[in-house]
């Protein structure tokens, strides 16, 4: 269920511990501008991928059971968090509950990755009962997209571990998007992440085209998600500083004037005057709303903000909530070609 519409639904009824092992600081020339950051181990046939449930719940058995089923058949094992099917209104469980499970997750020796069974609603609940300690003593792979970016924001700024924007447990699996997780989380590989070229019967493209919005290449360091909980962290401890940062944003089922009000406050907020790139992937079911008033479009909208910046920006990358989806690094260095809407990644994301 997508984020937006479950909450409608719902509505209507840094640390200073670091391990030298782990820790890889670029150079003085380096955009993350003498920042630290963790790499986790990449990702073996055999190993374990622990499921946990940081924000809403599911209620049926069959998600779980096809979750399970789609990791196995990537050669994982499974291990469900404790608490994954718990209920506590629309949350999976207290958040005290969610704390713990993540919390475990990262200390136990046995689970080699995480990952977030949904979104929804509730991780930014959470952020202020984590153990980030725990997480820079024992990095992993941890992984899931829309309301989990909360915990991608504050896990990076509190540890400066690399974690990574993609499919959550009860994604589609298909081939595009696990094509880019095995790339990148069992490989190892700097990937270049583009749109797929489908033309069909059409004589050009129609589908999944890019956008630029302002031409030109940049490098920084990929950080983003979700957009209304991005902005919801704003002003917290658990904010990233986003300087030479290249954003990428994406969201559902957003009236327009809402996502102008968020990229606002991304511009009063000082978050756009620092970053070195832009990069918009898909706002699935963004229409204008209101009660018959004219709209600015999100083209409109999207441009207002960025153009005048001047610095390197596209839209209709393939992330978000949507089928086809890119696996992103936060904390990577890459760059990005806003004429031919693709990131390269500098670095491989795991060790």
């Known amino acids: 269920m997508e984020r937006r519409n479950f909450l409608r639904n719902i509505g209507s009824g840094g640390l200073a511990f670091?391990?030298?092992?782990?820790?890889?600081?670029?150079?003085?020339?380096?955009?993350?501008?003498?920042?630290?950051?963790?790499?986790?181990?990449?990702?073996?046939?055999?190993?374990?991928i622990g499921i946990i449930s940081p924000a809403s719940a599911i209620f049926e058995t069959e998600p779980?059971?096809?979750?399970?089923?789609?990791?196995?058949?990537?050669?994982?094992?499974?291990?469900?968090?404790?608490?994954?099917?718990?209920?506590?209104?629309?949350?999976?469980?207290?958040?005290?509950?969610r704390a713990q499970e993540l919390n475990d997750m990262f200390k136990d020796p046995e689970v080699n990755a995480i990952i977030a069974l949904r979104g929804g609603s509730g991780a930014a609940r959470i952020l202020d009962k984590i153990d980030y300690e725990a997480i820079s003593k024992n990095p992993k792979i941890f992984i899931g997209y829309s309301d989990i970016t909360a915990l991608h924001l504050a896990?990076?700024?509190?540890?400066?571990?690399?974690?990574?924007?993609?499919?959550?447990?009860?994604?589609?699996w298909n081939k595009f998007s696990y094509s880019y997780f095995k790339k990148i989380l069992f490989d190892g590989e700097a990937v270049l992440m583009k749109n797929?070229?489908?033309?069909?019967?059409?004589?050009?493209?129609?589908?999944?085209?890019?956008?630029?919005?302002?031409?030109?290449?940049?490098?920084?360091?990929?950080?983003?998600?979700?957009?209304?909980?991005?902005?919801?962290?704003?002003?917290?401890?658990?904010?990233?500083?986003?300087?030479n940062k290249i954003i990428y944003l994406e969201d559902v089922g957003e009236k327009i004037y809402a996502v102008d009000r968020m990229m606002s406050q991304l511009k009063l907020g000082g978050v756009l005057n620092k970053i070195s790139g832009f990069v918009f992937g898909k706002c699935t079911d963004c229409d204008p709303g209101g009660n018959g008033y004219g709209s600015l479009t999100m083209e409109e909208v999207i441009d207002y903000y960025i153009k005048p910046l001047k610095i390197p920006a596209y839209s209709g990358a393939m992330f978000g909530h949507i089928k086809d989806n890119f696996t992103i690094p936060n904390g990577i260095?890459?760059?990005?070609?806003?004429?031919?809407?693709?990131?390269?990644?500098?670095?491989?994301?795991?060790?």
């Open 18 to 48: 670091t391990l030298s092992s782990f820790i890889f600081p670029f150079d003085l020339s380096s955009s993350l501008n003498d920042e630290k950051f963790l790499l986790p181990k990449h990702l073996s046939a055999g190993d374990t």
């Open 64 to 97: 779980y059971e096809i979750a399970v089923e789609t990791f196995e058949a990537m050669g994982l094992k499974v291990k469900l968090g404790k608490y994954v099917s718990n209920r506590y209104g629309h949350l999976a469980g207290t958040d005290e509950e």
């Open 155 to 172: 896990i990076y700024a509190k540890t400066g571990l690399v974690t990574f924007h993609g499919p959550l447990a009860v994604s589609t």
């Open 196 to 243: 797929p070229i489908e033309i069909g019967d059409n004589l050009t493209q129609v589908s999944n085209r890019i956008r630029t919005i302002y031409p030109g290449n940049a490098s920084g360091v990929l950080m983003g998600g979700n957009l209304s909980v991005l902005t919801g962290v704003m002003g917290s401890e658990y904010m990233p500083d986003w300087e």
């Open 333 to 351: 260095e890459a760059e990005i070609d806003a004429e031919k809407g693709t990131i390269q990644m500098l670095a491989p994301a795991v060790k």
